[in-house]
């Protein structure tokens, strides 16, 4: 296997993004793969300093990506926080360290970026997603609510 090199996407690359959002028994549920709605979003999240939606490429092909949003703030006392969102690793990758290639280039991106801390949600249903982003050093401290609109 050659070296992985995380990139910043481009709007070549929401094709397969969307791909990988929809691969899993969540996402199918929630994605629609070819809807122009997704080129309108990551327009926005391109045009957002701070917005950074990433893909993780090898050998010419993205197999895997995340979001990282910097989200100044007031609480702790006006520290800067990082949100992870949407990590994705491609199927036929999974188990292999891409995941944790990803979420230590977040992690370090953040701190990069003077965030004081790193945060992410994950679906309740994925057991397996956090035993692994326990193993990462994230820790379950808090209990998040939606609302959907």
Not at 93 to 111: F, K, M, S, Y
Request: proline share 3%; aromatic share 4%; net charge neutral.
């Amino acid at each position: 296997m050659s070296e992985i090199h995380i990139r910043r996407a481009r709007r070549s690359d929401v094709e397969v993004i969307v791909a990988m959002l929809a691969d899993d028994h969540l996402g199918a549920g929630r994605e629609t793969p070819g809807d122009p709605a997704y080129l309108r979003a990551f327009d926005a999240i391109d045009a957002d300093p701070n917005q950074l939606l990433v893909v993780a490429e090898q050998d010419g092909d993205v197999v895997g990506t995340l979001q990282l949003t910097i989200i100044p703030g007031l609480s702790r006392r006006g520290a800067t926080r990082a949100l992870v969102e949407a990590v994705r690793v491609r199927s036929v990758r999974r188990g292999g360290g891409l995941g944790a290639t990803l979420l230590t280039w977040a992690v370090d991106e953040a701190r990069r970026r003077g965030c004081a801390l790193v945060q992410l949600t994950s679906d309740a249903a994925r057991v397996d997603a956090h035993r692994f982003y326990e193993r990462l050093g994230f820790q379950a401290s808090h209990v998040g609510f939606k609302m959907m609109l």
